[in-house]
């Protein structure tokens, strides 16, 4: 007669606490950390690993439905900012019959009416702040920054740290890093003031304007960043039609292999159909909806 339900999973929990307590333990000699602050790290290292592995199965699986995907983002955006005086005067949630390709200078005087303490301009939502682009996608300019997007890239925060680091062959001690990885980094620092010999892993491919895309394999020498469906609604203008006085922009299920396009984004933060001058190459296939960016 096999054992009761309980008296398995009381098994396996045991296993389990004894496996997690020799990792712990080996941890420990090597460290010499407290057995709580291991505990917690490992715990932290699992959740965080098992939120990415469940983050890109999400993201692979809006890649084979983008259409769909694509479909809802941009609804979703029309919708929410419709009671606008900016959606009202394009009769959203309609846009790319009507709604003309825009660049900043499209929003500039209604930027200032926000500034000046006016409410649903172009969004619904109240901004967080004003923030001013780094010049990405052209000049430097005033966008718009919601709950949505304020994610504070760690680069732009710790950018004078991590030069200073380069140039001195050091890690930073305000980076909270296990003191394993410490001293493993710290054997490959070798003050550099050129960056030479220094692996660099861009993770993500943002700007004011939204995240555009994300690097999903770090090991390799050439970056390509996957587009994120659910972070913008993307149309894309050939690289053969950007002179058109009135340029026919494509979805992301038409482009094509080994073509270039600029992209034009909606994003949540108030910009609709607008020409983001960075030019993109499908690398892969559409089905991935796989760029390399080359601006």
């Known amino acids: 007669m096999p054992p009761p339900l309980p008296t398995v999973v009381g098994g396996l929990s045991l296993a389990g606490m004894a496996v997690l307590w020799r990792v712990i333990s080996s941890k420990q000699k090597g460290d010499k950390r407290t057995l709580g602050s291991l505990f917690s790290q490992y715990v932290a290292v699992k959740a965080v690993g ?31 900012n419709a009671d606008t005086f900016y959606g009202r005067k394009y009769n959203f949630p309609c846009i790319k019959a009507r709604h003309p390709i825009t660049t900043y200078d499209h929003y500039r005087e209604l930027v200032e009416r926000i500034a000046a303490g006016e409410e649903k301009v172009i969004i619904a939502e109240k901004p967080l702040i004003l923030a001013m682009t780094s010049g990405t996608s052209g000049k430097s300019a005033m966008l718009l920054s919601t709950k949505d997007t304020n994610t504070e890239f760690f680069l732009q925060e710790h950018w004078q740290e991590l030069v200073k680091d380069i140039e001195q062959g050091t890690i930073s001690r305000s980076l909270s890093l296990e003191p394993k990885v410490r001293r493993r980094l710290e054997v490959l620092m070798k003050p550099d003031n050129y960056c030479k010999g220094v692996p660099f892993y861009s993770p993500f491919y943002a700007a004011t304007e939204g995240l555009i895309g994300v690097n999903l394999w770090p090991q390799e020498p050439h970056r390509r960043y996957l587009l994120c469906p659910r972070s913008m609604f993307c149309e894309f203008l050939p690289e053969s039609s950007l002179d058109e006085e009135i340029p026919q922009t494509l979805l ?19 910009l609709f159909r607008f020409d983001f001058p960075l030019l993109t190459r499908n690398v892969m296939n559409r089905t991935f909806m796989l760029f390399g960016i080359e601006a």
């Open 252 to 270: 992301m299920e038409e482009v094509k292999e080994g073509e270039s396009y600029e992209l034009v984004i909606t994003n949540a933060t108030g």
């Open 50 to 80: 098992w939120l990415g592995r469940r983050q890109r199965k999400k993201l692979e699986a809006d890649t084979l439905k983008v259409m769909q995907v694509q479909e809802e983002t941009l609804l979703k955006r029309l919708r929410k």
